[in-house]
């Protein structure tokens, strides 16, 4: 498999499907709700729908999982994991911090990772062993060495509701011990701003595939550290995400524990 050549598809799959998002921004007439909060729109749908022609054109045979149309299996162990606008309600509100998460894997082994930030211009990719780069020029993590020195990132679940309380602890921790926290609205930014040194450390819950694949292994492959919260190996099918420089890996660890347990987690 030539993985370059892959790298230059997906990128080109980016592009094009950041192309529909351009073209729709500030005009959507129609949002669907998949959940109380979680939106979708004809730009997630047009977005998809270019970025999986692209890449089939060139690659046939290769399974495709995509967060709206789902999974379909291809004839090699090969998939492209696919998130065509993440940050859809960002987007719906005409706020810029969006983007395209493009992975490849074979079989569990993220080996490409393209995000695109459309109207921002910013390209993230990754070779698995190969570094990463933003716009071909390579970067690395902050070299930040405690969380006091830190600016942290963070999101919220769709059904934070359910589990608010973890959610919030969690969040006055890391309010207390750092710098600053930041919610972008965008797990595959959040996950390029700690490759490129820009956040020290990023947590999560309930994530989907689409919304990591990519994102982990461009901040990994730029010297970050991921694991759940319990500093276990991080897959991109588990519910928790921990991204650090890797200094501050075992602080965040420590503040990700919590006092009111809810059923929900587990």
């Not at 270019?50 to 046939?60: A, G, R």
């Not at 994991?81 to 490849?104: E, K, M, R, V, W």
């Not at 595939?209 to 759940?228: F, H, K, Q, R, S």
């Amino acid at each position: 498999m030539d993985l370059e050549l892959a790298k230059r598809v997906g990128i080109a799959a980016a592009y094009k499907g950041g192309n529909v998002l351009r073209s729709l921004y500030g005009k959507l007439f129609k949002i669907n709700k998949k959940g109380a909060i979680d939106l979708v729109t004809e730009a997630d749908t047009g977005s998809e729908k270019v970025i999986i022609e692209t890449i089939s054109k060139v690659f046939p045979d290769h399974a495709i999982l995509a967060e709206e149309s789902g999974f379909n299996k291809g004839d090699s162990d090969f998939t492209w994991i696919i998130d065509p606008l993440d940050g859809t309600t960002n987007f719906t509100h005409q706020l810029n911090l969006f983007s395209i998460s493009i992975a490849l894997s074979l079989k569990e082994d993220i080996a490409i990772g393209v995000v695109l930030i459309p109207l921002t211009g910013e390209l993230f990719t990754a070779i698995k062993g190969q570094g990463t780069e933003l716009n071909s020029r390579p970067v690395k993590v902050s070299a930040s060495e405690t969380v006091s020195d830190s600016l942290l990132v963070t999101g919220f679940p769709y059904d934070h509701n359910t589990i608010h309380g973890p959610v919030m602890e969690r969040f006055s921790n890391c309010l207390k011990a750092s710098q600053g926290i930041r919610r972008l609205g965008s797990a595959a930014i959040d996950l390029c701003f700690v490759a490129c040194g820009r956040f020290d450390g990023f947590w999560e819950q309930n994530l989907k595939p689409w919304d990591t694949a990519a994102g982990v292994l461009i901040a990994e492959e730029a010297g970050a550290v991921v694991t759940d919260f319990s500093n276990r190996s991080f897959s991109i099918d588990k519910k928790e995400i921990l991204a650090t420089n890797g200094n501050i890996h075992n602080e965040m660890v420590s503040l990700m524990e919590i006092t009111r347990v809810s059923h929900e987690e587990f």
